[in-house]
Structures are given as structure tokens and as C-alpha cells.
């Protein structure tokens, strides 16, 4: 099993330009999240999808769409990049009783 | 609205020596809580968990602890390798078993060997 997959694992930006991260898992988790880590600030949560079919705002989701396009995938989108999405971005999936989240290998922004 | 304060931010210790990290949280249904290691431009992984109905876990030379009434949790590492250090976060459910994590800001373990 690979586990959580994110692409790309760089990526540069202009300001105002759009992206789409893409995450997949292949453990058949119910849960998929995505968080941004910023120096000091540890793990916040943009987006979370708790099964197929539904999505929730998290701690930062301005800026942010997401869509969980089946149960596999949940993808991010940037839609006019800005200086201050400069971040990793993780993908993580959850299943059992308390949740329990495992991380993709993460992708770093930078936007210019 | 909730958080999770986590204590030192920077922690430097000798080989052999034992690391304790701790963490405090807010919100009184929080029953579930997760310590993450993550190294140097790697993903952060789940290496111990407790859950609110026990007050200690342990594996190996790592040990969670868990104190609910004062709200709070510590991780201790015993003889402390220089493959130890890393950045620990500790982390919180919201809500309950169910619910969304909230993390700790991180401590930077290292250890000099």
C-alpha cells in the first residue's frame, strides 16, 4: 500500500495564478484533511471532508476550495495564489474509533 | 475557540538523557490524544496515542501521560538517541472521538551525542 500520495511535491506560483493539489489514499479511510504548516505555527487545518460527498471549513479555509472527488481522492485548490498561501501543504486520512490521521509526504508552495 | 498549548518550543538534551514534553488543552470533551514526530522535511507520523480512559501508556523508551482533570498531557522519551531528534507535536480530538485534531505548535527536540 502507498498509503497517502500528494503531488506535486514543489510548485511555484505567481500571485493570482491557480493550482490544484491533488491527494489520494489507498487505506479505504472514511476522512481526509488538509493542513497548511507554516514555521512556528504548527498544523492548521484548511478543509476536511469526513466521507464522500461532504466538506467543512477548518481553521483557515479563506483562499481555499476543496472538492473529494471520490473516496480516494480530496483535492485543494488555489484559486488566485497569494504570498501569503507560502506554506506545506499536508494531506492526511483518518479511519477507526478515534480517527486516527496519517500523513501524505506534503507539498511546498511558494508563491512569488 | 479551542487549543493546544505545547511546552518547550526548543528542547536540547545529551545522549542518554531522558526529554519530556507537555502539552495542555482546552476543550473538556478532548479524548483522544496523538504525539507526532516529524524530522527535517518529512511527513509528521504517529508514534504514540492515549485515549481518556488511561492515564499512562508506554512503548518502548516513549511514554504518554494523561491527566484530565488538570487538562493536561506529557510525552517522555527515555534514553535519548541522536535519532530522537525531531519536531514532537502533541495534538487534541474536538469533540470527541470523532472529531478534528487540534495540534500544539511543536517542540524541537535535539540530542547531542
Known amino acids: 500500500n502507498a498509503g497517502v500520495t500528494q503531488t506535486p511535491k514543489f510548485q511555484v506560483l505567481k500571485t493570482g495564478q491557480s493550482m490544484t493539489l491533488q491527494c489520494a489514499q489507498d487505506?479505504?479511510?472514511?476522512?481526509m484533511y488538509w493542513y497548511r504548516q507554516d514555521p512556528g505555527m504548527g498544523l492548521r487545518l484548511i478543509y476536511y471532508s469526513a466521507s464522500e460527498g461532504t466538506t467543512d471549513k477548518g481553521e483557515v479555509p479563506n483562499g481555499y476550495n476543496v472538492s473529494r472527488l471520490n473516496k480516494r481522492e480530496f483535492s485543494l485548490r488555489l484559486e488566485s495564489a497569494a504570498p501569503s498561501q507560502t506554506s506545506v501543504y499536508f494531506c492526511?486520512?483518518?479511519?477507526?474509533?478515534?480517527?486516527?490521521?496519517?500523513f501524505g509526504p506534503g507539498t511546498r508552495l511558494t508563491v512569488l | 475557540g479551542e487549543n493546544v498549548e505545547q511546552h518547550p518550543s526548543t528542547l536540547s538534551v545529551q545522549e542518554g538523557d531522558s526529554a519530556v514534553i507537555k502539552c495542555t488543552y482546552s476543550?473538556?470533551?478532548?479524548?483522544?490524544f496523538p504525539w507526532y514526530k516529524q524530522e527535517l522535511g518529512k511527513r509528521p507520523q504517529l508514534i504514540i496515542d492515549?485515549?481518556?480512559?488511561?492515564g499512562e501508556k508506554k512503548d518502548q523508551r516513549i511514554a504518554v501521560t494523561l491527566n484530565k482533570t488538570a487538562k493536561h498531557f506529557s510525552l517522555h522519551i527515555t534514553e535519548t538517541q541522536p535519532e530522537d531528534s525531531a519536531v514532537y507535536f502533541c495534538a487534541a480530538s474536538i469533540g470527541g472521538s470523532q472529531g478534528n485534531l487540534i495540534f500544539g505548535k511543536g517542540t524541537k527536540l535535539s540530542v547531542k551525542p
Open positions: 476543550d473538556s470533551a478532548s479524548n483522544y
Open positions: 492526511a486520512s483518518a479511519a477507526g474509533e478515534y480517527n486516527e490521521q496519517f
Open positions: 492515549i485515549r481518556s480512559n488511561v
Open positions: 487505506m479505504n479511510h472514511n476522512s
